[in-house]
Each structure stands twice: as C-alpha cells, then as structure tokens.
C-alpha cells in the first residue's frame, strides 16, 4: 500500500508539473511582440514596459470556430477585405486565432428590417452584427443584445483610444460595454479651397457681398457662398470658362436622406428633438429657420437635387460640379482616389456652419448614421466573435478607415493623432504625395467635429420618429405642404409614437440620454 502510496504521489507531481509545461506554453503562444521588442502576456505593453493587467485570453479562443457577421455589403464591408500587409483581415484573424469568420451581406436600406425580423424569429443566425448605434437602445432595451463586458479580457479593444463621445454613446448601455465602434461618422462641411484662393474670385466677392471671400462660419454665409459660385455653362469659374453647368452647394434631399441635411441646419439654431419632459420641439423657431433654409440654398443645387442621397452627392462633388456641400468625413480620402476624383489635392474641410448667437459664433456637429459591432444574444460562440469585433475594432481599422475603397471614418484617437500615417497610407495608394499637413486639417477638424457633436436620437423607436421627420420635410420641400404644417405634423405624430411605444418609458430613456450628453459637453 505504501508503495501504490509513493507510486501515486509521484504520478501527481508528474502531471502537475506537465500541466504547467503546458500551461506555460499556451501562454507563450499567444504573447506578441511590441515594436520595442518587449513582449507581454497580453500583448500589450506599457510606456514603462510593464505587463499589462488585462491578459489576451486566447484560451477562451476554440479554433476552427465559425462566426457570422452580419453587416450591409460593398463599400462597408469592405474592411474585412482590404489587404493589411498582404493578407485580408479575415485571413489574418484565421491565422492568429483559427476563428472563420463569414459574412452575411445585405443591402444598406435592409439592415434594419432585416436584422429586426431576425431578433423577432430568434434563431441565432447571426454571432456578431454590425449596423448603427442610434439603434443599440432599441435593440439593448429588447433583449436582443448581450453585454460584451465579460469578454474585454479576451483581447484588448483599448477603450480608452476611442475618442470619448463615441466611446459612450456608441459603446455603452446601462454602464457596460455592449458594442465596439467600426465606423466614426460625423458630417464636416466640405469646399473647394483653389475656388477660395483664387484672386479673381476673391476680388469679384467682396465687390459683391461686401466682405472677403473665407470659409463660411454661418449659414448666412454659406448661402452666400453658394450664390456666388453658382455659374452658367460658357461663364468662367477662377478663369476658366464652363463647359457645363457649376453650383454653388450639393444638398442631402432625396426620401431618407432629407433628415441628415435638415439637422444640419436645425442644430445650428439651437434645435434639439425634445424638451426634458418629451415635448417634441422639432416646430420651433429654429425649425422654421432650419426647413426655410433648405429651400432656399436648394436654389444654388442641380435640378433634380431632391432625388439626391449620398452617392450623388459624393460623386458630383469629386467630379467637380460642385463647389461646396455637407457631407460625412470619408468624402476626404475618396478625393484621392483617381477612379472618381478629378478635384485631388482641392478640397478643403471644416466644421458645419453655424450663427451668431450675442455676438459669439456657435455651431454643433451632427454624428449621424455611424457604425458599431455587437453580440447578439444567441450567439453560441461570444467570445469568437467578440476576438472579431475588438480586431477590426482596435488593429484592422487604422487601415480601413484610411482607405479610399472603405467608407468607415475614423473613431480612434490613435488615428486622428497621426496625420503622418494617413498621409502615407493615401500617398501609397493614390501614387501621389498627399501634404501630411492636409491630413493634419482634416483629423483636426474630424476631432474638433466629435467634441463639438449633436448626437443621432437614440431610444426606442428612434427610426419611426426620424422616418416621420424625413417624410414631412420631403414633403415641404417639394411643395405639398408649407414649412410650418410639416413641422407641426411631426410633432403630432411624433407624440403618437411616442404613446404608442409607453411614454413614461421613453420618457425616462430620453432624460437618461440628454443627461450623458450634458455629461459630454455636448449640450448645455
């Protein structure tokens, strides 16, 4: 007996100390090695070069997992396939994780419906999805989520590195993480600076409008400016003569696209969608002024503009028929790619025009539309697909938000601080130098945008209520109806929504949303 007794101490020392052999080498494998050389066991290494405390638990990792990801196809979901030294992001996750991951593509206009009958159905389709974060409150609220928090460990997303607006309002529900950022919209107001420092056009402005030709700073001004650039084929533009028809502004005016070009105009006047108590206030003063201008700058846009969504835009702009226009942030690297830009090296940026409020200029930025990951709440595999989401998040998106054939913008700070990469990475691709100093311009004002913002409505229902404010502006713009009756038909159904889905409910939701803002600094 005391033999088996010794027999068996010593197999137990022998297996305790295989198992740490073991342990010891899984651990090795998935330490990386910083670019300094030092290496941690969670790849990550402090400015001091200290092990960081959240280790990378690729443990948690099953090789061979298959993880579908749900996102609208094309240009955004592109950044899975864009090469990173050589290899797309789905192959490298393959290699450093053994995760497959499989998209499922949809149309852009269908995400929503889509993803909104799968959660209804309930069959656990889909491990991680991809869509806007106006919608995470909805979807959070219902109990189609799951909460990422418990799976921050398995790789680092660095959370710390998203700039602060979008890390709480894309990231966060109910004091956890429940998504990670995959595109940073923002809108920025977008001119031609050769038009600006031409001294023929200079001249002939500030003989017409009294004062220099700048960058608009108000709405006042940008109508001005799109007035004055507004030319007929045959006349000349900074001394060329047209072969075709110049104007002065591009404007978001189609069905479904009206909302975005309506804020834009309504923020400036200190617009917000509700009081603390619900009240709609789409119909105040600043929403006249708001719906009045659209009709008026649309004067200074192609005939047929109220068909126009993005891509229109987009392309007129590039294609130099347009001499400014609001749009999101990724119109900037898009002017460097050959295949649609004429107008490389020419665009300027700023912020959205704003007023003159006692003497003082104010102005907010609108952060519509945007993108982010989340876990759904049937997934079979959360920590696969979360390794996906905190990748693409945190290491692919440096690339793919610095490539011309990807929509997504920046939403990083570790981005929007380092003009000298996006400069080479568009002066790589485009085959040209791109001034580091225009990347500079362009993440200051991108950054300057975000802390300045005015964010999507966020609660549930949010796409009913801005689907009934796109519906009546579209009808007062093209004449149905006059400013004042749209605007006051908003309100009304806005109220019915509002009933309809519990008002005490959304209520509350609503004053715990304008309470992060005010957090933020984004409101007062």
């Given at each position: 007996?005391?033999?088996?007794?010794?027999?068996?101490?010593?197999?137990?020392?022998?297996?305790?100390?295989?198992?740490?052999?073991?342990t010891?080498?899984?651990?090795?494998?998935?330490?990386?090695?910083?670019?300094a050389?030092e290496?941690?066991?969670?790849?990550?290494?402090?400015?001091?070069?200290?092990?960081?405390?959240a280790?990378?638990?690729?443990?948690?990792?099953?090789?061979?997992?298959?993880?579908?990801?749900?996102?609208?196809?094309?240009?955004?979901?592109?950044?899975?396939?864009?090469?990173?030294?050589?290899?797309?992001?789905?192959?490298?996750?393959?290699?450093?994780?053994?995760?497959?991951?499989?998209?499922?593509?949809?149309?852009?206009?269908?995400?929503?419906?889509?993803?909104?009958?799968?959660?209804?159905?309930?069959?656990?389709?889909?491990?991680?999805?991809?869509?806007?974060?106006?919608l995470?409150?909805?979807?959070a609220?219902?109990?189609?989520?799951?909460?990422?928090q418990?799976?921050?460990?398995v790789?680092?997303?660095?959370?710390?590195?998203?700039?602060?607006?979008?890390?709480?309002?894309?990231?966060?529900?109910?004091?956890?993480?429940?998504?990670?950022?995959?595109?940073g919209?923002?809108?920025?107001?977008?001119?031609?600076?050769?038009?600006?420092?031409?001294?023929?056009?200079q001249?002939?402005?500030?003989?017409?409008?009294?004062?220099?030709?700048?960058?608009?700073?108000?709405?006042?001004?940008?109508?001005?400016f799109?007035?004055?650039?507004?030319?007929?084929?045959?006349?000349?533009?900074?001394?060329?003569?047209l072969?075709?028809?110049?104007?002065?502004?591009?404007?978001?005016?189609?069905?479904?696209?009206?909302?975005y070009?309506?804020?834009?105009?309504?923020i400036?006047?200190?617009?917000?969608?509700?009081?603390?108590?619900?009240?709609?206030?789409?119909?105040?003063?600043?929403?006249?002024?708001?719906?009045?201008?659209?009709i008026?700058?649309?004067?200074?846009?192609?005939?047929?503009?109220?068909?126009?969504?993005?891509?229109?835009?987009r392309?007129?702009f590039?294609?130099?028929?347009?001499?400014?226009?609001?749009?999101?942030?990724d119109?900037?690297?898009f002017?460097y790619?050959?295949?649609?830009?004429?107008?490389?090296?020419?665009?300027?940026?700023?912020?959205?025009?704003?007023?003159?409020v006692?003497g003082e200029?104010?102005y907010?930025a609108?952060?519509?539309?945007?993108?982010i990951?989340?876990?759904?709440?049937?997934?079979?595999?959360?920590?696969?697909?979360?390794?996906?989401?905190?990748?693409?998040?945190?290491?692919?998106?440096?690339?793919?938000?610095?490539?011309p054939?990807c929509?997504?913008?920046?939403?990083?700070y570790?981005?929007?601080?380092?003009?000298q990469?996006?400069?080479d990475?568009?002066?790589?691709f485009s085959?040209?130098?791109?001034?580091?100093?225009?990347?500079?311009?362009?993440?200051?004002?991108?950054?300057?945008?975000?802390?300045?913002?005015?964010p999507d409505?966020?609660?549930?229902?949010?796409?009913?209520?801005?689907?009934?404010l796109?519906?009546?502006?579209?009808?007062a713009?093209?004449?149905?109806?006059?400013?004042?009756?749209?605007?006051?038909?908003?309100?009304k159904e806005?109220?019915?929504?509002?009933?309809?889905?519990?008002?005490?409910?959304?209520?509350?939701i609503?004053?715990?949303?304008?309470?992060?803002?005010?957090?933020l600094?984004?409101?007062?």
């Open positions: 007996m005391k033999k088996i007794g010794i027999i068996l101490s010593i197999a137990m020392v022998i297996i305790f100390v295989i198992t740490m052999v073991f010891g080498c899984k651990s090795e494998a998935v330490t990386e090695t910083t670019a050389g290496t941690t066991a969670a790849g990550e290494t402090t400015a001091a070069g200290e092990t960081t405390a280790a990378e638990t690729t443990s948690a990792i099953t090789p061979g997992t298959k993880v579908v990801v749900y996102c609208d196809g094309g240009v955004n979901s592109q950044p899975f396939k864009i090469l990173i030294d050589g290899k797309s992001a789905i192959d490298r996750i393959k290699e450093e994780s053994g995760i497959e991951v499989v998209l499922s593509e949809v149309a852009e206009a269908d995400v929503y419906s889509k993803l909104k009958n799968e959660f209804v159905a309930g069959t656990g389709a889909f491990d991680l999805v991809i869509y806007s974060p106006y995470l409150t909805e979807f609220n219902l109990g189609n989520l799951m909460s990422m418990d799976y921050l460990s790789r680092d997303p660095k959370m710390d590195d998203i700039i602060e607006s979008l890390r709480e309002l894309y990231c966060m529900y109910n004091g956890e993480v429940y998504g990670l950022p995959y595109d919209d923002v809108h920025l107001y977008y001119y031609r600076k050769d038009l600006i420092e031409n001294a023929e056009e001249a002939n402005f500030k003989t017409k409008y009294g004062y220099d030709l700048a960058v608009p700073q108000t709405w006042d001004q940008a109508h001005d799109a007035e004055f650039f507004t030319r007929k084929k045959g006349e000349k533009l900074a001394g060329e003569t072969s075709a028809d110049f104007f002065g502004n591009g404007m978001l005016l189609a069905r479904g696209w009206s909302r070009e309506f804020m834009d105009h309504f400036a006047y200190g617009g917000q969608y509700f009081d603390e108590n619900l009240n709609p206030l789409i119909n105040s003063e600043a929403g006249i002024k708001a719906l009045d201008e659209l008026a700058m649309s004067k200074f846009a192609p005939e047929g503009v109220l068909s126009w969504g993005y891509s229109e835009n392309g007129a590039l294609s130099n028929q347009l001499a400014s226009m609001i749009l999101w942030s119109l900037f690297k002017s790619n050959a295949d649609e830009s004429s107008v490389a090296g020419k665009v300027g940026l700023s912020h959205i025009p704003g007023s003159m006692n200029l104010y907010k609108t952060m519509p539309f945007g993108r990951m989340c876990l759904t709440a049937t997934t079979k595999h959360p920590a696969e697909a979360f390794y996906v989401a905190s990748y693409m998040s945190e290491f692919a998106s440096k690339y793919f938000t610095s490539d054939t929509a997504e913008e920046p939403f990083r570790s981005q929007v601080d380092d003009p990469f996006l400069a990475y568009l002066s790589d085959d040209t130098e791109v001034p580091v100093a225009d990347c500079a311009n362009y993440y200051e004002a991108v950054k300057n945008s975000f802390e300045n913002g005015y409505l966020s609660i549930p229902g949010a796409n009913q209520y801005m689907d009934i796109d519906l009546n502006i579209n009808k713009l093209i004449g149905d109806v006059t400013p004042k009756d749209a605007l006051d038909e908003i309100v806005w109220n019915n929504i509002s009933d309809s889905l519990g008002f005490d409910n959304q209520k509350a609503w004053q715990a949303q304008i309470d992060t803002w005010e957090k600094g984004l409101i007062k």
